[in-house]
T-cell receptor, first 114, second 117 residues
Framework: AQSVTQLDSQVPVFEEAPVELRCNYS??????LFWYVQYPNQGLQLLLK??????LVESINGFEAEFNKSQTSFHLRKPSVHISDTAEYFC????????????FGAGTRLFVKA | NAGVTQTPKFQVLKTGQSMTLQCAQD?????MSWYRQDPGMGLRLIHY???????DQGEVPNGYNVSRSTTEDFPLRLLSAAPSQTSVYFC????????????????FGPGTRLTVT
């Protein structure tokens, strides 16, 4: 069955340090992969997506994620975080076989400290 | 475009009451879905639809009904509210991607915060 595992529930990091938020999924077929961000008391916004093509995808605010099919992973990275990156980050997988479900992970709370 | 709209924003119900959460989108998206968000559990899929007249169950469908009579609307009905249904509910919509692969990115509504006492 399709599932998404976000390996860290909370990640504290100092400002300007690098960060990696890990995401693994279980699927043996082609999928679309997404990272969403939720700032406090707001809804979810798309951060970046992998649909096809290059396995490295980037967002406009410096995040990137790499699709690794052999390891079924889609980890999110940023080389230097800002206080404003403090938010909850959700990894999601959409699979077309069996009905086009989009399943989310439990979320990783990124806390950037000054 | 209004995008995805949800009503109401807040609702308090007593155990056993029923209600309908409304969701509408004006982007002509085929795919619509309902999620509930609970602390530490991410977003869990309740029901989804790939077009008018077609609905299917997600991860946590018990206690909820849906219907999709038009492309634009996808209401979620709570049949007999229970305290375990206290949550924030999000409606989302998207285009369908390649057959056999999946749906594209979700556009989310602002959410409905539901409390069942």
């Amino acid at each position: 069955a399709q599932s998404v595992t976000q390996l860290d529930s909370q990640v504290p990091v100092f400002e300007e340090a690098p960060v990696e938020l890990r995401c693994n999924y279980s699927s043996s077929v082609s999928v679309y992969l997404f990272w969403y961000v939720q700032y406090p008391n707001q809804g979810l916004q798309l951060l970046l997506k992998y649909l096809s093509g290059s396995t490295l995808v980037e967002s406009i605010n410096g995040f990137e994620a790499e699709f690794n099919k052999s390891q079924t992973s889609f980890h999110l990275r940023k080389p230097s975080v800002h206080i404003s990156d403090t938010a909850e980050y959700f990894c999601a997988v959409s699979e077309g076989t069996g009905g086009f479900k989009t399943i989310f992970g439990a979320g990783t709370r990124l806390f950037v400290k000054a | 475009n209004a995008g995805v709209t949800q009503t109401p924003k807040f609702q308090v119900l007593k155990t056993g009451q029923s209600m309908t959460l409304q969701c509408a989108q004006d982007m002509n998206h085929e795919y619509m879905s309902w999620y509930r968000q609970d602390p530490g559990m991410g977003l869990r899929l309740i029901h989804y639809s790939v077009g008018a007249g077609i609905t299917d169950q997600g991860e946590v469908p018990n206690g909820y009904n849906v219907s999709r009579s038009t492309t634009e609307d996808f209401p979620l009905r709570l049949l007999s509210a229970a305290p375990s249904q206290t949550s924030v509910y999000f409606c989302a919509s998207s285009y369908l991607g390649l057959a056999g692969v999946g749906a594209y990115e979700q556009y989310f509504g602002p959410g409905t915060r539901l409390t069942v006492t």
